[in-house]
């Protein structure tokens, strides 16, 4: 199973950007995906994540309201779609996954992991 994600850059505060993350060598509809960042000198925090069927997805408290996570089973690919974009959103991304149906917030949980792409968010 290999994940790729991608879309990270740089953005002002209140900018958006659209986070993927593609899968390949696996049924991604079969999987539950999850979005974690890390920021320098932190630990791997969770952000969000959506069951394999698609119909319950999870998210951070500091993203609610403000980031979107979809799937597009057809395509084997999850994104986060990321509005009002803050300074403290700055992170490197990455995405995971896990054949269970889970939208667990613990890191340890997540099978398989991309390379992830970095976030930059300018005040």
């Known amino acids: 199973v290999q994940l790729q994600a991608s879309g990270g850059g740089l953005v002002q505060a209140g900018g958006s950007l659209r986070l993927s993350c593609a899968a390949s060598g696996v049924t991604f509809s079969s999987h539950s995906v999850a979005w974690f960042r890390e920021a320098p000198g932190k630990e791997r925090g969770f952000v969000a994540a959506i069951r394999w069927s698609g119909r319950n997805t999870d998210y951070a408290d500091s993203v609610k309201g403000r980031f979107i996570m979809s799937r597009d089973n057809a395509k084997n690919t999850v994104y986060l779609q990321m509005n009002s974009l803050k300074s403290e959103d700055t992170a490197v991304y990455y995405c995971?996954?896990?054949?269970?149906?889970?939208?667990?917030?613990?890191?340890?949980?997540?099978?398989?992991w991309g390379q992830g792409t970095q976030v930059t968010v300018s005040s």
């Open positions: 995971a996954a896990h054949r269970a149906s889970t939208t667990s917030p613990r890191a340890d949980v997540w099978r398989y």
